[in-house]
């Protein structure tokens, strides 16, 4: 009898593990499955993002105490980018056909006319994706948390890989919030960037015309 009540225990113990281990499987299963899905659905909603050339958003950069905001104009290879910061404000205007840039000095009337082959370390070349490699999909599935949540008055999904938190609008996969942090020289330093103000194919040629200088300083290089 107490044979067969030892068996009957340990029988238990066995169906009792072999439960815990099906239901955090599934658990598991579940988890991955929903974030790939979420990452899935970001990705298909920026699938028509890629190659757009019209387009228009603004930012709000908070590094530390300095704050800088940002309006950015983009269409078929010009770009038209104006900079209030708590130091300065100024414009960049640049045409990738004739690789004219045009630097401006709101406040002091100064402009420099200079030929730029490249540009990539301060003008943007695309609208900011998720990912661009056709494995994205599956390595944030791993390797980053994700949430739903609302962020500045936008359903967005949240995606959090190591020190880099980034919101993308559920319903158009556009960035609205990217939030990030560095250590420097022991000292860590946070940075939160706001996108707002999106525009897709709205803007006209007139709106990245070459900037009238009438009244600049002009600097040739």
Known sequence: MDETKKSHK????????FAIIL??????GIY???NYFIIGDILSKQASLKNCTN??????????ESTQNVDYKIKDGKQLLTIHSDEA?????YNSQTKELISISLDAKFATVSTVEDTNSFIITSIPL????DDAQWNLTFSAGIDSVKMNEVDCYKLQVDETTQYYAKESGLLIRSESSSIIDGVKYDSIINFKNWQIN????DDLNRPDLSGYTISNI
């Open 130 to 133: 998720i990912a661009s490699d």
């Open 55 to 64: 387009y228009s958003f603004t930012t709000e950069d908070t590094a530390g």
């Open 10 to 17: 340990v029988r238990n113990i066995i169906l009792i593990v």
């Open 32 to 34: 991955y499955g929903r």
């Open 23 to 28: 239901v955090v499987i599934l658990a598991v």
């Open 202 to 205: 709205s803007l006209t040629d």
């Open 89 to 93: 404000n100024y414009e960049m205007w």
